[in-house]
């Protein structure tokens, strides 16, 4: 009865330990994109940081690292791919997106390009993708542009 009662609490035990495990494994991740404002070739990204702070923080630290005055202009959790799409010439031009792949958010940025009438072919995209993920696409910020 004795030997019975130390499996009980040992399965016990284990079945606590696989649920913290769980609970740690789910844990999402997050992803931002900060620019210049007055210079959308100036940016920054980040992607797979573990809070929307430390996101927002990598993105603003890279852009700044490149010589901007920077802020965050599009921030996401989850499985997703945020697109900066810039011209190389024109420090006004730039758009961005989020969407679930990068195939989508490429389309989206497309879309938004030929609505506003601008040659595309002269555009650079970069893109921060999420490769770890356990929860579907939120769109934390998003600022118009």
């Given at each position: 009865?004795?030997?019975?009662?130390?499996?009980?609490?040992?399965?016990?035990?284990?079945?606590?330990?696989?649920?913290?495990?769980?609970?740690?494994?789910?844990?999402?991740?997050?992803?931002?994109?900060?620019?210049?404002?007055?210079?959308?070739?100036?940016?920054?990204?980040?992607?797979?940081?573990?809070?929307?702070?430390?996101?927002?923080?990598?993105?603003?630290?890279?852009?700044?690292?490149?010589?901007?005055?920077?802020?965050t202009i599009l921030?996401?959790?989850?499985?997703?791919?945020?697109?900066?799409?810039?011209?190389?010439?024109?420090?006004?031009?730039?758009?961005?997106?989020?969407?679930?792949?990068?195939?989508?958010?490429?389309?989206?940025?497309?879309?938004?390009?030929?609505?506003?009438?601008?040659?595309?072919?002269?555009?650079?995209?970069?893109?921060?993708?999420?490769?770890?993920?356990?929860?579907?696409?939120?769109?934390?910020?998003?600022?118009?542009?």
């Amino acid at each position: 009865m004795k030997n019975l009662l130390i499996v009980l609490i040992l399965f016990a035990g284990c079945d606590v330990f696989a649920q913290g495990v769980a609970r740690t494994v789910s844990s999402n991740t997050y992803g931002a994109i900060a620019v210049d404002l007055n210079d959308y070739r100036i940016y920054g990204l980040s992607s797979d940081s573990k809070n929307q702070s430390e996101a927002e923080k990598l993105a603003i630290k890279a852009c700044k690292k490149n010589g901007g005055t920077c802020s965050t202009i599009l921030s996401f959790s989850g499985e997703g791919c945020a697109l900066l799409m810039y011209s190389p010439s024109n420090p006004k031009i730039g758009v961005w997106v989020v969407a679930k792949t990068k195939f989508e958010a490429e389309e989206m940025a497309q879309a938004k390009i030929e609505k506003e009438n601008t040659n595309s072919d002269e555009l650079k995209s970069t893109w921060a993708c999420n490769a770890r993920f356990t929860e579907p696409l939120k769109v934390i910020i998003l600022k118009e542009n």
